[in-house]
């Protein structure tokens, strides 16, 4: 047979996930991510993180995800994961990048853990978006991992553009919102 | 319904999980993981990247993973990802650590890239065991990503131990056997 595992999204979501939908601005697309993020932890079916993948021209939805690290019992499944491995299987292709494909990027309510960043390499996008900072996520003790300078210039350098700090404020609105629930803070 | 991805271990692999089988030295677990990859180059079911996880101790298999990207089309799906999975889906538990658990490790066939090194934080592993290193995958034009002395450093210091070079020459062998046949080099 082979060993499985099937990873669910939270039903809830289904709502939000009107593939092709346009969000015109970098402002509507983080505004998504965040509320995934914010529903994420009202509704308690994870942590609060949200991302999403849009083309960069038309700002067509390809992708969404959410943190089901706890409810799935797996720590790979931060929300930029998840967002990654939607929009492959919408794709049918291990990559977003490349067939005249048109050009992807993450938005994502925090910025990338050393995990998220080195996935982001892999996916294919080629412009990623934050909104809340490490600090932000570290402040809620939340660690972000081995992420240096010379990561963000590693990702540069492979033409791949890192926009931070969007409607951060906001972001991070969530995140003190989960710390006052006292979600688990499952890698502090 | 909410949106699902199933990941599937190849058939194959199912002789190979012997769950709680000991494996006595360091390179009887690394032997493992460079029989995993050398088997998945073989019968054509993804890259030449073999992981497990083991109780540190009794040497007990917990975990094992192969290199999945190119046939689930899942860009995610390194052997280490895919090793912690499997290993913390068993345990019924997000991190391979606490509750008076056995200490765990991931022994791989080669150096994490930046993904599965941000991975093994989240994932609870006391001790990383790797055989080939980043020259040997990059020889073949397969990319690590932003990992820099400092990320193994950030690893130590939170009490993760990385040891390198074990059984190089072997785990290597399977990387070029790879790049003969001509497999995918999915991150080139």
């Known amino acids: ?17 009107e593939w092709g939908r346009p969000y015109a601005t970098v402002e ?7 509320e995934l993020a914010r529903q994420n932890t ?21 992708a969404a995800g959410v943190n089901l690290v706890v409810p799935m019992r797996n720590s790979v499944l931060h929300a930029e994961i ?9 794709l049918g292709s291990y990559t977003l990048a490349g067939d005249g494909r048109a050009a992807h990027e993450l938005v994502t309510s ?13 996916s294919g996008v080629k412009r990623v978006i934050c909104g809340a900072d490490r600090e932000d996520a570290g402040a809620i003790h939340f660690d972000e991992g ?20 969007i409607m951060r404020d906001e972001a991070r609105q969530v995140l003190a919102a989960y710390a006052r629930t006292r979600g688990t803070i499952y890698n502090g």
Chains 1, 2 share one sequence.
């Open 82 to 90: 998840v967002a990654f491995m939607v929009g492959e299987q919408r």
């Open 1 to 17: 047979m082979g060993f499985e595992i099937t990873i669910r999204l939270p039903e809830w979501m289904d709502e939000y996930l």
């Open 28 to 34: 509507d697309r983080m505004r998504f991510a965040i």
């Open 146 to 165: 081995p992420v240096f300078p010379e990561s963000y210039a590693y990702l540069a350098e492979r033409g791949i553009e890192i926009v931070r700090g």
């Open 110 to 122: 925090c910025d990338p853990c050393a995990m998220c960043l080195g996935a982001t390499l892999w």
């Open 42 to 62: 009202a509704r308690g079916t994870g942590g609060p993180f949200g991302a999403a993948i849009f083309e960069t021209e038309t700002g067509a939805l390809v």
